[in-house]
């Protein structure tokens, strides 16, 4: 007996039958972008069909170049393309699964000069114009949509995915927000609607009908100009009847102010708008957006919001998440905790996709852990990420590991991360590694700091020290008074702290105080609390989903300064995907964010500061002190002292622009090699 009997149970499309409702979604990996690359994807690929995935859908391929994501980008419209796409159906195939691929035209979202849109209006997010199509133009479009599906059967996949939504071409089509034509193809909402309808229907003749046609529909826009639920049901239907075997739900265009996949996003927030789609279709639908667990999942399907759950970044962060669902290893598998840090940070930035808790993601035969030719007694010092990672990864080789941790639990500074508004998924990564030790038998020694003389009498072969940072105290005037507070101190909730705050540094740690400062409990956000912090009508009756609906966020009663020396804005450092919706965030709660500070001395009344010439005393009744770290690396010099030599990773090697991810993938590497 399973404890998830919805997401297990087959789902007969007629001409074929799924085994599970588990679809993992489109994710750009880089991979996609270059021939050469493709032995990688499929690799990639075959290990999340192995690992169980019911059906797979690639990153986007685009059907022309003016559908390009970024020049160069995958794409699938001449036939000398197709047997680099049969190493991918191949390899997903002999694994036992199945593959569509996204046939994706980035519109107007098109990082070149070649793009192309139904009006010539540039989107808030490129710096390129598009070329506002002809009426031959979209013709032509149509036509290539209806080609890369022909091709892309031919190529072995078992379906294609219609991308239909995220603000990209045919969405761009359908709202008035984007579409100002006047002809057949704009106008009222039926000849907005009049592209995707062709499109669904064209590619259906060109493919036959025992193909899957998997279309993602806008669903929620998000943004003003969208589309109206009734809309949205209309169009839904038109597709269905023009051909789609499986609608997805698309939800937020990549414009929108409103955060739709990162961590401070509630599990499951968005099933509810699955759930009212799936009332007025027939086909199979899908849910989608932080369903990172299995239970999530369940859920959701047990309530009837939606026939599928489509998972993707999960996928990254464990290629074996639905076996592990089945055999009830729940409690193995390594979730994705929404940080966008490997994943979508690496993809706007060019650089190819990974997981920061999973870094072999997307380097599947390049990072290989192998089992060890000799077994080595190894002790890691430190039980942070770093060196969770390593100790884990060099049992499962097969190495003897001891892992030391002088506090009472493992986690290091996840366990604070853990502990901020928004981040409670980072519990998960200590959930994962606490089992992790368990089933790869690392001895594990916690509540005491481990010496170099212990170390050396211990009869280790290696010796791997991740004692991490250490957190630094600027030399400012009165720093050592009692109203000044360690970050640590706070989190922990060890010090009661004042209505009004200074903080001083402005990182990812100042960050992560001031949302936890500035926040109304502790705890995941429910849904209703993120609807109306971020201004979305969970009526659904506004166009977008947010028209005229002002956000309304919480308020604590505090008055918070987040400070820092440098020139520019505070959070230039943060994610590219996640930092503007902290910056956002704590504007809207009336966080002073300031740079350009002279700190000139903590006193009784306050932080004496100097900014822009002009001195000011910010009356205050505490100081947060988040200035950044230094590693903590003692250890390491005292093993040296002693003849022993030791490796370093994580925090303790180099604490300038650490993070996690940086952390586990050096641990992992280190650990690999052994
Ligand atoms: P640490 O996590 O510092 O772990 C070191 C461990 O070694 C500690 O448990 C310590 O007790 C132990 N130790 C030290 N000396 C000894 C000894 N002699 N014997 C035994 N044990 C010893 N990173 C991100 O990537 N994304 C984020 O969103 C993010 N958010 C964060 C939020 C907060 C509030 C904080 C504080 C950090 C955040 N980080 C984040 C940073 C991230 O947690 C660190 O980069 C990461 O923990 C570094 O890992 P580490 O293993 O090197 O060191
Ligand atoms: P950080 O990001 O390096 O920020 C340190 C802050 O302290 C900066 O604002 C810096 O700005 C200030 N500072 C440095 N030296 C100072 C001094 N001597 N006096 C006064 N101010 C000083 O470090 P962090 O905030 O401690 O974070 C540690 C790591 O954890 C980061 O590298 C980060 O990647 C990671 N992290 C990531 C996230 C995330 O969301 N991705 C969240 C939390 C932490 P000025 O020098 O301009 O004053
Ligand atoms: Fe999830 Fe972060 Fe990994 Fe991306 S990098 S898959 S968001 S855990």
Known sequence: MTAYPHLLAPLDLGFTTLPNRVLMGSMHTGLEDRAASYPKLAAYLAERAAGGAGLIVTGGIAPNIAGWVAPFAGKLSARREVPRHRLVTNAVHEAGGRVCMQILHAGRYAYHPLSVAPSPLKSPITPFKPRGLSARGVESQIRAFARCAALAREAGYDGVEIMGSEGYLINEFIAARTNRRDDAWGGDFERRSRFPVEIVRRVREAVGPDFIIIYRLSALDLVEGGSTWDEVIALGRAVQAAGATIINTGIGWHEARIPTIATLVPRAAFAW????????????????????????????????????????RPFLADAEWVRKAAEGRSDEINTCIACNQACLDHTFAGKRSSCLVNPRACHETELVVRPAERRLRVAVVGAGPAGLAAATTAAERGHRVTLFEAGAEIGGQFQLARRIPGKEEFAETLRYFRRRLEVTGVELRLGRAVTAGELAQGGFDRVIVATGVLPRTPAIPGIDGPQVLSYIDVLLGRREVGRRVAIIGAGGIGFDVATFLSHPHHGAAPVAEYNQEWGIDPEWSVRGGVEGVDPRPADTGREIWLLQRKQGKPGRGLGKTTGWAHRLGLQRRGVHMIPGVEYLGVEPAGLRVRIKDEERLLEVDHVVVCAGQEPLDALAHELASQGVAADLVGGALEAAELDAKRAIDQATRLAAAL
């Open 273 to 312: 708008v699955t759930g009212r789609l799936r009332e007025a279709l027939d086909v199979p639908v899908v849910a989608t957006n932080r369903i990172n667990m299995p239970g999530v999942a369940e859920d959701i399907l047990a309530r009837g919001e939606a026939d599928m759950v489509s998972l993707a």
